[in-house]
């Protein structure tokens, strides 16, 4: 049984935060990867945290769909059967994706109380 957590960038900010803390004591006990969407953005403080944990961390490359296809491929390989994702696109793209990868249990986070009726309809459709 392996664990993916899914977030779009390690930009500064509280869900990518949580993800590292969440992928660094899920790895303490079973296969855990951090999967990031993006590359482009990475704190300096998160980089350190990673060494400093050794955290199996997979970014993707490429256009959307390449990252999308990466990701399903990602999912059956690892045999990941829980899948944590985090904010918008990551509850959508890993929703889908890791439904066609059989992930068993998905989890999609919501870090605001309020959604906004445009990202809503997103967020029904990754569930």
Request: charge should be positive.
């Amino acid at each position: 049984m392996a664990i993916a957590v899914f977030i779009k960038q390690l930009s500064v900010g509280g869900a990518e935060k949580q993800s590292l803390l969440l992928t660094r004591e899920l790895q303490k006990h079973y296969p855990a990867y951090l999967v990031v969407w993006s590359r482009k953005i990475v704190s300096p403080g998160y980089q350190d945290f990673i060494e400093m944990n050794n955290l199996n961390v997979i970014f993707l490359e490429g256009p959307a769909l390449h990252k999308a296809f990466f990701l399903w491929r990602f999912l059956k390989e690892k045999r990941v059967s829980f899948l944590f994702n985090f904010l918008l696109i990551n509850n959508f793209v890993g929703g889908l994706t890791g439904r066609l990868a059989r992930v068993r249990k998905i989890y999609g986070g919501i870090r605001n109380c309020e959604i906004a009726s445009g990202k809503l309809l997103w967020q029904k459709n990754s569930a």
